[in-house]
């Protein structure tokens, strides 16, 4: 089974500053998706970046970077210069075959 | 025009009673999902839909049926509401492998 760990429940970070949110997986599979999608305080999920498993390249959109390490299992989403807009709950996901894990999410706040 | 919605946003209603919560999407999607998100914000998926194909159910009692009348749609049902069912309900969908798209929620609140 396919599993998704995020190891800090919680996160601050100063308003133009970078942060990094980790992210690790298990699986057995080689071809497969990574996300990250992020819920403000509205509750909708919002896509935030994803990532192909065969491609070795880190997506970037915009301020929002990954580093995707395949053999370490790592997919850590950074954000760099920061905004207020940017407080949300952020959750990791897996997916093969049209199923979907997610990780149980970081809280970031940004600070003014 | 809105990808994935969901009726209602809120729902509060008291222990015992069946409800349900409707989903439309209008992506052409295939495939349809339904999340339960707990309060410490644990997305647990329920179901998915596959061309009105059931493909998934994660060990979710029976008394939650999904109920799919077209590729659109992916409705809810819930028999005997209990305490323990007050969460926030999201429904998705993707097509093939590309990103889920989430409606807004639906909070239920069981008294």
């Known amino acids: 089974a396919q599993t998704v760990t995020q190891s800090q429940p919680e996160m601050s970070v100063q308003e133009a500053e970078t942060v990094t949110l980790s992210c690790t997986y298990d699986?057995?599979?080689?071809?497969?998706?990574l996300f990250w999608y992020k819920q403000p305080p509205s509750r909708q999920m919002i896509l935030v970046i994803r990532?192909?498993?065969?491609?070795?390249q880190n997506a970037t959109e915009n301020r929002f970077s990954v580093n995707f390490q395949k053999a370490a299992k790592s997919f850590s989403l950074k954000i760099s210069d920061s905004q207020l807009g940017d407080t949300a709950m952020y959750f990791c996901?897996?997916?093969?075959?049209?199923?979907?894990?997610f990780g149980t999410g970081t809280s970031l706040t940004v600070i003014p | 025009d809105t990808a994935v919605s969901q009726t209602p946003k809120y729902l509060v209603t008291q222990m015992g009673n069946d409800k349900s919560i409707k989903c439309e999407q209008n992506?052409?999607?295939?495939?349809m999902y339904w999340y339960k998100q707990d309060s410490k914000k644990f997305l647990k998926i329920m179901f998915s839909y596959n061309n009105k194909e059931l493909i998934i159910n994660e060990t979710v009692p029976n008394r939650f049926s999904p109920k799919s009348p077209d590729k659109a749609h992916l409705n809810l049902h819930i028999n005997s509401l209990e305490l323990g069912d007050s969460a926030v309900y999201f429904c998705a969908s993707s097509q093939d492998q590309y990103e889920q798209y989430f409606g807004p929620g639906t909070r239920l609140t069981v008294t």
């Open positions: 990532q192909e498993a065969y491609k070795q």
């Open positions: 699986t057995s599979e080689s071809n497969y998706y």
């Open positions: 992506l052409g999607h295939d495939t």
């Open positions: 996901a897996f997916m093969k075959y049209d199923q979907f894990y």
